[in-house]
């Protein structure tokens, strides 16, 4: 072989090289033997809300979810199954008195940088969650004590939930002293830790190999955002990706069909929950009618195919506190029309628009960028017309969905046990003083139930009271719940460890692998 051609061929092959690096840095499939093999001990996740659009700081918001499901950070106790509480980082507990509790820590948990989790840094990073957190101001008046290998919290008031609370992810354990970027990379005790992250876009995570619970068996996590449905389904179909999180009902039918995909379906306590504005929505028949219109049975199964289950309560008809103990108002179309006649509503013009004081009448239905819920809404402006309501939808991103607070009616979708309690969602749903009570809602016979509520224990008198404190915001018209949601993620069958749970908290663990 002569220099020129031997010259070319050298060339050839590393312009082919080239392309191969290209593709597995962008696929990372479909790589040399070596390439691959590393390829797969990354477990790949996309999903259309899969990564935070503000930061990974556990402390801000409910931003603390996603450092929890992404295996960066853990708390000191854990919904298990059948939503009860269980110990994580904790040992175990005793209530001291209505006020204070004694938590006593696992030995030898470390973090990713291999700092002791000591009963000191526990309580400066519960200092912390309290300072900056609107939901855990009970943190904030709390008084911490050192007591062994046990932290003591004395709380301002009796808080029974106490230990739930601390299952929220806000309470995420994290090494304060240590952390250089709140942001972006929290020192956690995870399985994994954060290696980069990108607003709304995407989340890496590497493996721990300090990890104080035992080996991890994958090299690392990716979390995408897919801005597409479509898109989602696709890319697992095509092998881009290992898991798709929260498929759509379409393409959830589709991923079944396939052979080395599998469609996993979890039961959710997270609801479509709708808002009323009791600041503009002052005319009580109004949302009446918008209660007894909604055919909330048709949503589920038929627009839904199953993957949305009718609400009639803020909690699961299985759980201790569902709707099978209340009064709800189901769908009726004649009733509906009735009570807007009644309160002078009357389509004067035949366009089927009913109309008072010669205004029509019309509402502002807002909503946020989520697959399940466009569909959803559209269906409900479509039901409501039949009662002679005008919706008029307006989109929002989620970031941005209740700061104008401009809406007639909103469609929300949330998780109302995200502790295994009912507590915190009727106080940030209910309570004057809420700063997420987004409809206003103001009755002085609730929030005296509500005071009243962190004072009982589980039992009989507990959940009557739930019951009661549900039946009021029913009776007054304040709130509805249209559907409780399935969640669908497909998977390839080889990926295991991979968790998919009704609170949505936990998925990645340890033992992910594919």
Request: with cysteine; charged share 25%; net charge neutral.
């Amino acid at each position: 072989m002569n220099k020129k051609l031997r010259a070319m061929l050298d060339s050839i092959n590393a312009k082919k090289q080239e392309v191969q690096d290209l593709a597995c840095s962008v696929f990372i499939s479909g790589c040399g033997d070596d390439k691959k093999a590393a390829a797969d001990k990354i477990v790949r996740v996309a999903g259309t809300v899969s990564v935070s659009s503000s930061s990974m700081d556990p402390a801000k918001g409910w931003d603390g979810w996603y450092i929890v499901r992404y295996g960066v950070g853990e708390t000191l106790f854990k919904v298990g199954d059948g939503l009860k509480i269980e110990p994580w980082l904790a040992e175990k507990f005793e209530k001291i008195d209505d006020l204070t509790w004694k938590i006593t820590l696992k030995k030898n948990v470390t973090f990713s940088n291999g700092e002791a989790m000591t009963p000191q840094k526990v309580i400066d990073s519960l200092k912390r969650v309290g300072d900056m957190n609107e939901r855990a101001g009970f943190l904030k008046t709390a008084v911490y004590t050192v007591d062994g290998d046990a932290v003591v919290i004395k709380t301002e008031k009796p808080r029974l939930t106490l230990i739930n609370d601390l299952a929220d992810p806000y309470a995420t354990i994290i090494d304060v002293a240590n952390t250089k970027d709140f942001e972006k990379a929290p020192i956690g005790t995870g399985p994994f830790v954060m290696a980069s992250y990108e607003s709304n876009k995407k989340a890496v995570m590497k493996k721990n190999p300090k990890y104080w619970g035992g080996e991890v068996k994958s090299d690392g996590v990716e979390y995408t955002k897919v801005t597409d449905a479509n898109a989602l389904a696709m890319s697992l179909q095509g092998g881009e990706v290992d898991i798709a999180q929260d498929l759509t009902v379409d393409a959830a039918e589709t991923v079944a069909k396939k052979g080395n995909l599998v469609v996993k379906r979890v039961a959710q306590p997270r609801v479509y929950q709708m808002y009323f504005n009791l600041n503009k929505m002052q005319d009580k028949a109004v949302r009446e009618a918008i209660m007894y219109g909604v055919n909330k049975k048709d949503i589920g199964e038929k627009l839904m195919k199953g993957a949305v289950s009718a609400a009639y309560s803020a909690f699961p008809d299985d759980s201790a506190y569902g709707a099978k103990n209340l009064k709800p108002r189901m769908f009726d179309v004649a009733k509906a029309k009735q009570i807007l006649t009644d309160a002078g509503y009357k389509d004067t013009n035949g366009d089927g628009i009913v109309e008072k004081d010669g205004k029509p009448l019309t509402v502002q239905f807002s909503v946020y960028k989520r697959a399940a819920i466009a569909p959803i809404a559209t269906e409900m402006q479509a039901q409501l017309k039949q009662i002679g309501i005008d919706v008029q939808i307006k989109n929002f991103e989620k970031a941005t969905f209740f700061a104008p607070g401009d809406f007639d009616i909103a469609l929300y979708y949330v998780v109302t046990m995200p502790v295994g309690d009912p507590y915190d969602f009727l106080y940030n749903a209910y309570d004057k003083d809420s700063k997420v009570n987004f409809g206003h809602y103001n009755n002085p016979e609730v929030q005296e139930w509500l005071e009243e509520l962190q004072k009982l224990p589980d039992g009989e008198a507990r959940m009557q009271l739930v019951h009661k404190i549900q039946q009021a915001v029913i009776d007054d018209a304040a709130m509805d719940f249209v559907g409780f949601n399935t969640i669908q993620v497909g998977m390839g069958k080889n990926v295991k460890g991979y968790l998919i749970t009704p609170n949505d908290y936990y998925q990645v663990t340890k033992d992910l692998e594919k």
